[in-house]
Each structure stands twice: as structure tokens, then as C-alpha cells.
């Protein structure tokens, strides 16, 4: 089998750096061309910062990073300190990288590798703000017909809004560059908040991550064990949702996932649900659709996927 060539485009944050660990943990299947950094959970310094720690906690600082947008196209960047603490990657002890930041800018090449790539054979996998990926669509509208698939995190239908009362975060920070991947003609696959909400990480699955007894599952847990206290008090869930490993998991294991194909629309000018993803679920309107909108998950598969992948590092 040909392994998925991917381009994993992020704002790390925790749940980020698990599904950037997931990927670097499965080179039969996947091979990361680079890692993209966008501002987002926190500034552009930081999440290529965490962006390199997490390559070096795999043992895999050959892997390539990049710094992309630190602004979203048209509005004051919102971040999520709230959530994954002041760098973004708080809970465990990690060392400061080492490995150099490469010199070329994101979007230049996300561009040169689509161009450059045959035709179809690059995933996109956006865990973030979808800045970089507009910027490169803005600059090069040439790639999109070029892209082979974008698996992205964001957005949310029947769950409604994490940072407002109708928006996902990724979604509503930069909802002008989500506005131009949702119309850019990709074939685009969502996992939203209506599957990410039942991933949740309870208290047996993350002692099944410190079992491991690695840094990989020693690290993995303290993350999840920071982020989850947050999202604990506010869904009286229990346990924190693990939103961005599901984009990585669906490459790996789709059959765990179902959903529909349908038209999203991202609200660009309301102030009341700005960043909202009208998804049409049921098929009310006569709009094509342009993404598959996944609603479920088998939660339990996929920690079992996660937890032993993240074994191998």
C-alpha cells in the first residue's frame, strides 16, 4: 500500500500535538511532507515552538516546520490561552527544541508542493485557523484543483459553538480564510465538534496513555490531564474532548467514522454567529454539496487506535 502524502497544518495546543505524535507514529501509512504553523490556540512564536518540541519528543526532529500567517486575512487574532495555558503545550516538562525552523515561509510551500506534487496526491490537514490555507489558495488558485483531500478539524452543527454561542474556534477565528477553503472546490472532509465531543479522553483512557510508561504516553497524559480540566468544568463530561487526533485517525482508520455529504457555509458577517458552520444536514436547501460533514464516531476504536500507535515511539 502507497502511503498518504500529507501536509499537517496546526496551531499547537495539545490535542494538536497528539495528532501530530499519531502521525509521526505511522509511517506505513502516511508520510508528512511538513508541518505548517499558524497562529491560533496561541501566537505563531509559540505553536511552531510546540510544533518542534513535539517532533523531538518523537525522536523525529528531521521532520520539517514551518511558519506560516500570524494573523488571521482580516481580523485581531483570538487565542486560547483559557484553554491550553499560556504556551499553548502546558502540563508536561519538555525541553525547548533544537531543531531549526525551516526557512521558507507556509504557504510558499504548501504552493510548491502542490504544484509540484502529481495531481491528487496531497492531503491537507488542517488542526487550526485555515489562514495559511486560504492565503495559498488566494495566491496560487491553481492548487486547489490540485489538492487530493482536506481532512480538517473545525466547525460544528448539532454541538453548536466552543468560543461563542454558535462557532467552533478554528472556524471563528479566521472565518473570512474558512469562507474560502469551503468554496474553493477541495474535496473537503469535517470533523467537527459533533464528533470530536465524543472522544472523550475519561480517566481509563489516559491511564491507558501513562501505562505506556514512554515519554510519548508519560507526556500524552499530562497534556490531556491540562487541557481536560477546563473542558471537564465546562461540559460536565467525563472527560476532555481529543478534537484534532481525529483528523489523523480518520486517515488511518475512516470505517471508525460516519457522516454526510452536504453543503457548510461559513457566516462571515453576523455578529451574532459569526464563524458558525451551516451545515445542511438534512438537506433542506437546494445548495451542492461541498464537504462530508462526519456526525459519529467509534470512540472506543479509536483510543484503542491511539493508544497503540503512540506505543511505537
Partial sequence: MSRRKIIIDTDPGQDDAVAILLALASPEELEVLGITCVAGNVPLPLTTRNARIICELAGQPETRVFAGCDAPLQRKLVTAEHVHGKTGLDGPVLPEPTMPLQPEHAVDFIIQTLRTAPAGSVTLCPLGPLTNIA??????????????????????????????????????????????????????????????????????????????????????????????????EKYGSPGAPLHDPCVTAYLLQPALFKGRHINVEIETASALTLGMTVADWWRVTDRAPNATFMGEIDANGFFTLLTERLARL
Fill in 135 to 232: 492565503t495559498a489558495f488566494q495566491r496560487a488558485p491553481d492548487i486547489a484543483a490540485r489538492v487530493g483531500e482536506i481532512v480538517l478539524m473545525g466547525g460544528a452543527y448539532f454541538e453548536v459553538g466552543n468560543i461563542t454561542p454558535a462557532a467552533e474556534f478554528n472556524i471563528y477565528v479566521d472565518p473570512e480564510a474558512a469562507d474560502i477553503v469551503f468554496k474553493s472546490g477541495a474535496p473537503i472532509t469535517v470533523m467537527p465538534l459533533d464528533v470530536t465531543h465524543k472522544a472523550l479522553v475519561t480517566q481509563e483512557r489516559n491511564d491507558a496513555f501513562r501505562a505506556l510508561g514512554t515519554p510519548v504516553g508519560i507526556a500524552t497524559a499530562e497534556m490531556t490531564e491540562f487541557f481536560e480540566r477546563y473542558d471537564r
